[in-house]
């Protein structure tokens, strides 16, 4: 490609980011004031206009490409909307001036959900702005480990300003409650001021389950998605920046883990969805849009449910609570275990693919995790026969999972006593597994406590774990976990007038991300609420960037078994 052929496309792709921003800005005005009255022209503009447009540049694009069936290949989704186009010159979707979903037809249906896939077309220029945002950054010396924490702060600002739009919810909310389930979504964590299902509508609910999705895949990695997925090129200290965030491999391997987590997201969540509508579809009146819910909130570990009581009213339902825990698992695993796992489990039951063993880093996490999940089993089933408020092992299994960054519950938190709120707060702080959607100390780190589990130690001939860097590491990281949750407590007992315990509890469930509650979110003060916020972002954020930092240190000898 000449030099003016590629002039043409960076103003094409400059004409392009502004269409989909003056397309974001109808569908905030479509869907967050559907009382605002909306002219016939700006109508048309919006539904003939725009997808002319975008038509003849994708085509433009298609026509230019060296090779046109590698570029189909590579983004297929652009030619999945130009086929939508077609539906839309057609006649077969039309605007409508009707504003309550249920007054809408089924030919309106189709051309929103088209309209919202074209505008998700312009979301890779904005992915490739955000790169040159952060080569701006670079040049002025900001440490290229801030930009998780800039991208994060960015999007829970935007997302709250989303959830404050009127058109999103049934009942007035306050700013600083929409920026906390902001916070609250973003960081995975499920602690909610209000009840999601009567406060927010079923485009609220669905505002809210994407913020899930960007937070549990993480703004750098769903970065690195749409750049990449748009052509975006990446400098090469962009390269390490995405190596070491999205996982610490090598640099050649950055694009193949973005598409692992991508594909292992969709294939588990799909999954996960099809398995609720099997189990609900008899009983809730859209059993597929709240699968779909509940599944990114599982995968992701968030615990947001539609369920005034949670998943308890599900108590003697164990077809889906098992499914709930296995999304669960799952995304607390990690990507790169949860891919290998599944590769190695094809390998074998498929003997023409060829042989892949389990990583040393997959054996570590899932040796720990069920350590952990039995342990926590028998100590919540102990709890509950002590203080006689039985529960089933399948209950008690549920806590023991759910306790590791999910949040979701089958029973009150207030139900369980001294041995119960012990044992959740230690499984809070211990957390999931590394690269994953969950948060907590790290079981990788919280493993080398006790056990060198790094072959390539730098003196493998000592003894003494004290020796053993990784071990030093480990301690000062809970350390520092241990002194902010502590700290973050007696700032919550200073400015709330609640039970110590209980603030012990909804610190801890706020720095491991995990949403659980003893019935004091809904009770914070402002301060309460600014603080818990400060913990969500720590624990899916800052303290995440802490171990990649530290453990950069010692790239010279490869660590085979993540951290972070």
Not at 187 to 206: D, F, H, K
Not at 457 to 484: E, G, H, N, Q
Not at 531 to 544: E, N
Request: proline content about 5%; hydrophobic content about 55%.
């Amino acid at each position: 490609m000449n030099n003016a052929e590629d002039r043409r496309l960076r103003q094409l792709d400059r004409v392009v980011a502004v269409l989909g921003a003056l397309a974001f800005a109808m569908l905030v005005v479509r869907y967050g004031f559907p009382e605002l009255y909306v002219p016939k022209w700006v109508a048309f503009a919006w539904s003939a206009v725009l997808p002319l447009g975008f038509f003849l540049e994708a085509m433009y694009r298609l026509l230019w490409a060296k090779d046109p069936w590698r570029y189909l290949a590579q983004h297929p989704l652009r030619y999945l909307i130009l086929l939508m186009i077609v539906l839309e010159i057609s006649g077969v979707a039309a605007w409508s001036a009707g504003s309550m979903l249920e007054r809408r037809s089924p030919s309106l249906l189709v051309s929103e959900l088209y309209l919202a896939i074209f505008l998700f077309g312009f979301v890779g220029n904005w992915g490739k702005g955000a790169i040159l945002a952060n080569r701006w950054l670079s040049n002025r010396r900001i440490p290229v480990l801030a930009l998780p924490a800039i991208t994060f702060a960015s999007a829970i600002i935007a997302g709250a300003a989303l959830l404050a739009l009127p058109g999103f919810h049934r009942q007035p909310i306050s700013l600083l409650d929409n920026l906390f389930t902001s916070a609250s979504a973003l960081c995975v964590t499920g602690l909610s001021v209000y009840e999601v299902s009567t406060a927010l509508n079923p485009l609220g609910q669905a505002v809210l389950a994407l913020l899930i999705q960007i937070g549990g895949l993480g703004t750098m990695t769903t970065l690195g998605m749409l750049a990449l997925w748009h052509g975006g090129a990446l400098t090469l200290g962009e390269r390490v920046a995405f190596s070491e965030l999205v996982g610490g491999v090598r640099l050649i391997e950055t694009r193949r883990l973005i598409a692992t987590v991508l594909k292992v997201t969709l294939i588990v969540e799909a999954f996960g969805t099809l398995a609720f509508w099997l189990l609900w579809r008899d009983r809730l009146e859209h059993p597929i849009l709240q699968g779909a819910f509940h599944a990114i909130s599982a995968f992701c570990n968030a615990g947001f449910a539609l369920f005034n009581d949670s998943f308890a009213s599900f108590r003697n339902d164990p077809p889906t609570l098992i499914i709930l825990m296995m999304l669960i698992i799952l995304g607390g695993a990690g990507f790169p275990v949860t891919a290998n796992l599944a590769s190695a489990g094809f390998s074998r039951i498929f003997p023409w693919l060829e042989s892949r063993p389990l990583r040393q880093a997959s054996r570590a996490v899932l040796a720990v995790s069920g350590v952990l999940l039995v342990l926590g089993a028998v100590l919540f089933w102990l709890d509950g026969w002590i203080n006689n408020t039985p529960r089933t092992l399948l209950e008690a299994l549920f806590q023991s999972v759910t306790t590791r960054t999910a949040g979701f519950q089958v029973e009150s938190q207030l139900r369980f006593n001294t041995i119960g709120v012990i044992g959740t707060i230690v499984l809070m702080s211990i957390g999931a597994a590394p690269q994953s959607t969950g948060g907590g100390l790290k079981l990788t780190v919280f493993a080398r406590l006790f056990k060198r589990i790094d072959p390539r130690d730098d003196s493998p001939s000592s003894r003494w774990l004290i020796s053993f860097k990784p071990f030093r590491i480990a301690m000062l990281l809970a350390a520092l976990y241990l002194l902010t949750g502590g700290l973050a407590t007696l700032l919550l007992i200073f400015v709330e007038t609640l039970p110590p315990r209980e603030l012990l509890f909804e610190a801890f469930s706020a720095l491991g991300t995990v949403g659980l509650t003893r019935d004091v979110t809904p009770h914070l003060s402002a301060a309460g609420k600014f603080l818990v916020i400060f913990l969500m972002f720590t624990g899916r954020v800052l303290y995440p960037t802490l171990v990649i930092r530290l453990i950069r240190n010692r790239r010279e000898g490869s660590d085979p078994v993540p951290w972070a």
